[in-house]
């Protein structure tokens, strides 16, 4: 009987694509109800004494990059998960209990509107609970998560009106903003810089290909040209204003990420998803072994060897296969995964492949749906965001520290 190997630690980066095939690597140049199981464990604290100072020391962005450099701090960013909003829930409701506070007293903490007057023994300890989380990116997400105008619905012409005038008197201090609108400062700022600013040039509808053409010369330019990759290191800010603003950088990031980007890299033509990229998928995140979905950070699948479709792509994609599960909304990951190993538990054939031009899955199922996501009328795309509206101040839409 042969011994059952170690269990592999959770929370890995993925595997690639040519461990997956068993090929050689080639020489370069939203969601739904989930159901978790907390059981598990999840992923190293890390260094104790950097675990005590994420916890404990207020840096910001600056700050923290500068530690990754001089002292090797390994942090994490990015959307929280599932798993992370469940951990901080019971973390709040553990101090709650602890020190006998009513509702209202929890708010004032949160809320506190003197940003000196801070209760540190508070925000460490509800930071203390998640790994690898600074304090400051805490802080930050649970005031949006508990603000009491979070969630309000749709924009309506009157609070359009009375933003934009804000932001004629006041500028972007969307703190105070927000005052006056009624609305979150996240809300306040993304709308703005989303559906207000330069709506009077603003242009909606079908990208005409002088537009794909313009904008495919501009993100070319501010990244390759200066070795810099062009599906993560792009100020959409900078973009929308070579372009005049008359797409803006909402709709500037969605056509590329979800349309151009790998039509280029596919030496001009459209790829179409394949059932040898769906196997790939699947085998990539089997091997991150995460606790659930929420915990995938989806750029670091691609590789150099599969690296057509963009995060965002790759993120559509698994959901849609996961939905593909007939009572998946009642499933915790692990049995989703189960599911879906079996399903993809062989390469696809190679009878049904014809070869692609660039360095990625060679198969290709004309039989498989077209890939989704391309801008539709209006430009831009509903469905799994992936989180990352990237301006030139270093900032990014609905994300966090």
């Known amino acids: 009987m042969h011994p059952q190997p170690p269990p592999q630690p959770m929370g890995q980066p993925p595997s690639s694509s040519g461990a997956i095939l068993n090929t050689a690597p080639k020489s370069t140049k939203t969601s739904h109800k989930r159901v978790l199981d907390m059981s598990l464990p999840g992923p190293d604290h890390g260094n104790p004494d950097h675990a005590h100072m994420l916890a404990n020391k207020w840096m910001n962005a600056t700050k923290l990059a500068e530690m990754v450099k001089t002292q090797g701090l ?28 009513t509702d209202d007293q929890l708010q004032d903490i949160i809320f506190q509107k003197n940003e000196k007057g801070k209760d540190n023994a508070f925000w460490s300890e509800i930071t203390s609970a998640l790994a690898l989380r600074p304090i400051i990116a805490v802080y930050h997400h649970v005031r949006r998560a508990f603000h009491p105008k979070k969630q309000q619905g749709k924009w309506m012409p009157e609070e359009d009106a009375v933003l934009k005038q804000a932001v004629a008197d006041l500028g972007q201090q969307w703190e105070k903003v927000s005052e006056i609108v009624g609305r979150m400062s996240s809300d306040c700022r993304d709308r703005y810089r989303n559906h207000i600013a330069n709506r009077e040039v603003r242009v909606t509808g079908v990208w005409t290909k002088e537009e794909e053409e313009e904008l495919t010369a501009i993100v070319t330019e501010m990244t390759i040209q200066q070795g810099k990759d062009f599906d993560n290191d792009v100020f959409w800010g900078k973009v929308s204003d070579r372009m005049g603003n008359r797409r803006g950088r909402q709709q500037c990031r969605i056509k590329w990420t979800d349309s151009l980007s790998k039509t280029v890299k596919n030496e001009g033509q459209k790829p179409r998803w394949s059932t040898q990229d769906a196997y790939i998928l699947v085998h990539k995140v089997d091997s991150m072994n995460v606790r659930d979905d929420t915990e995938i950070d989806w750029k670091t699948l691609p590789d150099s060897d599969w690296n057509l479709w963009s995060a965002h792509s790759l993120q559509r994609r698994w959901l849609t296969m996961k939905r593909g599960i007939k009572g998946y909304e ?3 990951h692990q049995e989703i995964m189960d599911i879906l190993r079996v399903k993809k ?7 049904v492949a014809r070869k692609r031009k660039v360095t990625s899955a060679a198969n290709i199922d004309e039989s498989v749906d077209p890939e989704p996501g391309d801008a539709g009328p209006s430009g831009t795309q509903e469905g799994v965001s992936d989180g990352q509206d990237k301006d030139a101040d270093g900032s990014t839409d609905d994300s966090d520290a």
């Open 74 to 101: 390994v942090y994490k960013k990015g959307k929280f998960s599932a798993i992370e909003e469940e951990q901080l829930r019971a973390a709040i409701e553990a101090f709650k209990a602890g020190r006998g506070l």
């Open 330 to 332: 009642d499933m915790t």
């Open 345 to 351: 538990a062989h390469l696809p054939p190679a009878s």
